[in-house]
């Protein structure tokens, strides 16, 4: 297999969509891994890099456009993003993250919202996040033939009754409510299921127990899949990093280093040089 200059094989150009089947079936069978991705750039790269699906996480609240938490951000935003990623992925199912109160206020509104990431945002499923509270919707939105995928443990549109950003799941009594949240999920059709900020062996439990691919974030190795926030992998966003983060690189202090050369180059006068020049050189 041909590999790329980091010794990595990409896909190839020939490789098939990832379905929701396919996330599916392969529970079990091969670890799945998720990114998120804002922009068509950054979805370009994840999409070569061979990543199973990309969320367009309503975390661009916080990455992208600088609010304090994901509640903020609007329908009309979380769409923009999501067409720019579509167009920029291939391979990758692309997964668009419905915002806070675009499905806890009525069933048709969740219904008609999920709708509008296929239609508008070209996105292949939605997820949100919550478990009894809205098995309706995910019935619902189902049956329209919309893909969902779950969430549990920390979630950050709840920030205001969870008390920040904190694991979830600690006890007997809690860890049982989630299990018992996965596995209604599950039954009400989403097709996977995100975890985040849980204990490794709760989430070990709900992994075994559901026949759905669950998808982690700070819930440990047992998951049958891992999702980071893209910022975080690269170091694009330090004004907070969870333990439950590895940063794969520092491209925050790299763009920042050659912005400085750029700055100081063109303050000196080295840039632009010759190279870069159109027709004889100004005396
Ligand atoms: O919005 C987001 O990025 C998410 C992931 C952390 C799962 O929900």
């Known amino acids: 297999m041909a590999t790329d200059s980091t010794g990595h094989s990409p ?18 069978t091969k670890k799945l891994t998720m ?3 804002y922009d068509y750039s950054t979805a370009l790269w994840v999409d070569r890099a061979g990543v199973d699906m990309i969320l367009v996480g309503d975390s661009l609240a916080m990455v992208m456009l ?10 009309e935003e979380m769409l923009h993003h999501t067409r720019a990623v579509a167009r920029g992925t291939r391979r990758a199912l692309v997964i668009g993250d419905m915002p806070f109160l675009s499905y806890q206020v009525s069933v048709e509104q969740a219904v008609e919202n999920a709708g509008r990431f296929l239609k508008e945002g070209r996105a292949q499923a939605v997820k949100l996040e919550g478990g009894a509270a809205v098995l309706k919707q995910v019935e619902a939105i189902v049956a329209a033939g919309i893909p969902v995928q779950g969430h549990l443990g920390l979630t950050p549109q709840s920030i205001a009754m969870l008390g920040g950003f904190k694991v979830q799941g600690k006890g007997e009594e809690a860890a049982k409510k989630l299990v018992d949240d996965a596995v209604a999920l599950a039954q009400a059709g989403c097709f996977s299921l995100v975890l985040e ?8 439990r709900i992994t075994q127990t559901v026949p759905i691919p669950t998808i982690g974030i700070g819930a440990g190795a047992a998951c049958d899949g891992q999702v980071l926030v893209v910022h975080d992998l690269v170091g694009l966003f330090d004004r907070f990093v969870p333990r ?16 400085c ?8 006068g ?3 040089g010759p190279e870069h020049t159109f027709g004889p050189p100004v005396q």
């Open 261 to 268: 050369r750029y700055r100081q180059e063109v303050e000196s």
């Open 197 to 204: 900020a849980i204990p490794a062996t709760v989430a070990q």
């Open 11 to 28: 896909p190839s150009k020939a490789e098939p969509k990832v379905t929701v089947p396919g996330i599916m079936a392969a529970k079990g």
């Open 270 to 272: 080295a840039f632009p």
């Open 244 to 259: 439950f983060v590895k940063q794969y690189d520092q491209l925050g202090r790299r763009l920042y280093e050659a912005v």
């Open 66 to 75: 600088g609010h304090e938490d994901t509640l903020s951000v609007t329908m």
């Open 35 to 37: 990114l998120t991705a």
